[in-house]
């Protein structure tokens, strides 16, 4: 927090309105690796590999997901979950498409609170949605996993995400 506050003097906090379980608004917190005037509060622009938005500092956090830290806030405030669908930015789109727009299944990932790390996570379904097929494949395995929760499958995708931390799309 300190270091990103020493590069360039914004906030500490990237606050984002996100849509949890049952389709209920939430703020979510993130450690702000973007510069202050580059910001996307709806994030119709997703973060591109090379986004000349993102600061020195926030680079690192991204690659190492240290970004994502601050949505243990979220956690104790029970509007996510440690395991579930990771909630997108509502401006989020595929092909410019929104992505309710793309496939009607999309609402039925909304049953659960959203997680911090999720099945789409853990089979590398990370960054950009620049194609209709980064969404589906994204919204597959959140209902995946929805139907077939079990708390040894949140366990294994727990596991599971300490080897994914650092990423080739977490950019």
């Not at 240290?66 to 092909?95: C, F, T, W, Y």
Request: aromatic content about 8%.
């Amino acid at each position: 927090a300190l270091m990103i506050k020493l590069e360039d003097r914004g906030p500490t906090f990237f606050i984002q309105r996100r849509m949890g379980r049952g389709n209920q608004f939430f703020e979510m917190y993130k450690f702000r690796s973007m510069r202050e005037e580059g910001r996307d509060i709806d994030g119709v622009r997703s973060t591109a590999r090379d986004d000349e938005r993102i600061t020195r500092i926030g680079a690192l956090i991204r690659r190492t997901s240290i970004d994502e830290l601050p949505q243990l806030i979220n956690v104790l405030k029970g509007e996510m979950s440690i395991v579930g669908p990771r909630p997108h930015a509502l401006g989020s789109r595929a092909n410019n498409k929104l992505f309710w727009d793309i496939d009607a299944n999309y609402w039925q990932r909304h049953c659960l609170k959203p997680g911090l790390t999720g099945l789409a996570q853990v089979r590398d379904y990370r960054g950009a949605t620049e194609e209709e097929k980064d969404l589906t494949n994204r919204l597959q395995a959140d209902l995946e996993c929805i139907s077939g929760w079990s708390l040894m499958r949140d366990m294994e995708i727990l596991l599971k995400t300490v080897l994914v931390l650092r990423h080739a799309n977490a950019y």
